[in-house]
């Protein structure tokens, strides 16, 4: 028989989707699932982006430019320039997700066996990414002590070799939730022009700030311009995460034109969900003034019920909506695991993330997990339930 690729090996599984067949059996037994443990918001996509879908009136389901239609990527422009970004459409390529953001950047930046530095935990399939591109993460921990703030810049430096190109952010932070502050991306600018690195910000939940705090792009920093490449997608913003289409935005036109080759080779993206994307940018601001209210409340549901629980430790997330939990356990993957298999109250049980799979050093997130706040409030809180039942029966075994 012949053998797979070493590189596909290597590719890591997903720690948010591995556990997927134990919860269809769960399902084909007739448990309730709480799915708390992916990025999937059951908030409405607005009607406007579907309404565009509906009214499409093409003959031919054609190709696009490779970098995207125009009338999209000037519609992109208007967005990014009202949040003060100073961009043009020139500045934008459009990709079929964030996903594929993410990897033009890191294979058009960094070349093989170079490292890339980001902190811990972060969003697991920057492993599968970096993987693809024959690069290599090196991760800096943050900790739950201080609900996951940027570690010392002294980290950052020790970390730093000939072989560094890249610091990697997620703000609003996924997993964690963290929030960074201007004065936490004013140090890794001036980290970044010391030593020559390029600086990536997935920008996928920049909506979703709470308690008035400010959101901060490293594009609004001065200096930067040729080291910052922005990773943006329509998932989250207007909860359209199946429409896959995402862009990479920078100011660097060596990086750009680098990576529209990669773009070209794998033609264009999707123009069906370009239309819906153009005709979101137009979305009220009443609707994300909404979703960011539910999302303030589950937020506070969902981490004053965890506080409660016994043992639970967990801190208040600034963004985005996740929260990593520290549970009296002794493996999360196994206690995951267990609450489908082998769990149930009131024939329910609950779906969560192991955050082993968030962080690349290994021991680290044994005890904790990733929970989303993407139900809505009853069910979050029959969820809290079901986690606390759970909690005692495991530890009592």
Same mark, same amino acid.
């Given at each position: ?16 989707? +591995? ?126 002590? /201080? ?34 502050? #201007? ?5 890794? #600018?001036?980290?970044?022009? +010391?030593? /020559? ?75 069906? =969900? ?10 009220? =601001? ?13 937020? /506070? ?5 965890? /506080? ?33 298999? +082998? ?22 997130? +044994?005890?904790?997990? #990733? ?27």
């Amino acid at each position: 028989m012949p053998e797979i690729s070493k590189k596909g090996i290597a590719m890591p599984a997903s720690p948010i989707r +591995k556990l997927t067949p134990f919860a269809d059996l769960a399902k084909k037994n007739g448990k309730k699932i709480y799915h708390l443990n992916i990025g999937q918001p059951d908030i409405a996509t607005p009607d406007i982006m579907l309404d565009a879908v509906k009214n499409i009136d093409f003959k031919v389901w054609a190709y696009t430019a490779s970098e995207g239609t125009e009338s999209y990527r000037d519609k992109l422009s208007e967005y990014y320039n009202h949040l003060g970004y100073g961009v043009s459409s020139t500045d934008i390529l459009v990709t079929n997700g964030g996903s594929e953001a993410i990897t033009f950047a890191m294979q058009s930046c960094l070349s093989q066996g170079d490292e890339i530095i980001i902190p811990e935990p972060f969003y697991a399939n920057y492993n599968g990414f970096a993987c693809m591109a024959d690069v290599v993460i090196r991760p800096i921990l943050s900790t739950i002590e /201080n609900g996951f703030a940027l570690p010392p810049i002294s980290e950052f430096e020790k970390s730093i070799n000939a072989k560094t190109k890249a610091i990697f952010i997620c703000n609003p932070n996924n997993p964690t939730g963290y929030l960074y502050s #201007r004065e936490e991306l004013e140090i890794l #600018r001036d980290l970044c022009l +010391k030593y /020559n690195l390029y600086l990536f910000s997935d920008e996928a939940y920049r909506e979703f700030c709470y308690d008035g705090r400010e959101f901060v792009s490293p594009m609004h920093l001065e200096g930067l311009e040729e080291n910052v490449v922005v990773l943006d997608t329509v998932s989250k913003r207007y909860s359209a995460c199946g429409a896959r289409l995402g862009c990479l935005i920078t100011k660097n036109q060596k990086v750009y034109q680098a990576a529209l080759k990669f773009a070209q080779a794998r033609l264009s993206p999707p123009m069906v =969900a370009q239309i819906a994307g153009e005709a979101a940018v137009d979305t009220p =601001a009443s609707y994300f003034q909404e979703v960011k209210e539910e999302y303030t409340q589950r937020r /506070n549901l969902l981490a004053d019920g965890l /506080n409660s629980i016994p043992g639970v430790k967990c801190p208040i997330p600034g963004g985005a909506f996740y929260i990593v939990a520290q549970l009296p356990i002794d493996d999360a993957d196994k206690f995951c695991q267990w609450m489908l298999e +082998k769990f149930d109250y009131n024939n329910q049980t609950v779906m969560m993330a192991p955050a082993t799979g968030f962080y690349s050093s290994d021991g680290e997130g +044994k005890n904790e997990v #990733r929970l989303a706040y993407v139900l809505n409030q009853d069910d979050l809180k029959k969820a809290l339930i079901c986690l606390e039942k759970g909690l005692e029966v495991y530890n009592s075994q």
